[in-house]
């Protein structure tokens, strides 16, 4: 099980990292990618940014120029760095390798207020 951390309340246009420390030795081939999930949202987790194991990113729309994606094979970490934060970004936050293959864990919120 994955656990992010690096969340909490921010006012809108501030910043957050986060971090998600994954536990695999097979760390570095994996494609990895950050999720959310939005208060009282139906559909699940929707996609937030991914990074491939050659360290190409991409990103939903909602997110390019503002979030950036990134890894540290080194510590089997991978990061998200949240810049220019609006209240619509107020979800909670999921780290997995982008085809879900690890348990979810609790995630971390991410609070934006206006």
């Known amino acids: 099980q994955l656990q992010a951390s690096g969340g909490g309340l921010v006012h809108t246009g501030e910043s957050l990292r986060l971090s998600c420390v994954v536990p695999?030795?097979?760390?570095?081939?994996?494609?990895m990618a950050w999720f959310r999930q939005a208060p009282r949202q139906r559909r699940g987790r929707t996609f937030v940014?991914?990074?491939?194991?050659?360290?190409?990113?991409n990103y939903a729309d909602s997110v390019k120029g503002r979030f950036s994606i990134s890894r540290d094979n080194a510590k089997n970490t991978v990061y998200l760095q949240m810049n220019t934060l609006m209240p619509d970004d107020t979800s909670a936050y999921y780290c997995?390798?982008?085809?879900?293959?690890?348990?979810w864990g609790q995630g971390t919120q991410v609070t934006v207020s206006s």
């Open positions: 997995n390798s982008a085809l879900g293959h690890f348990p």
């Open positions: 695999d030795s097979a760390f570095s081939g994996l494609a």
């Open positions: 940014a991914g990074i491939d194991e050659n360290g190409v990113e």
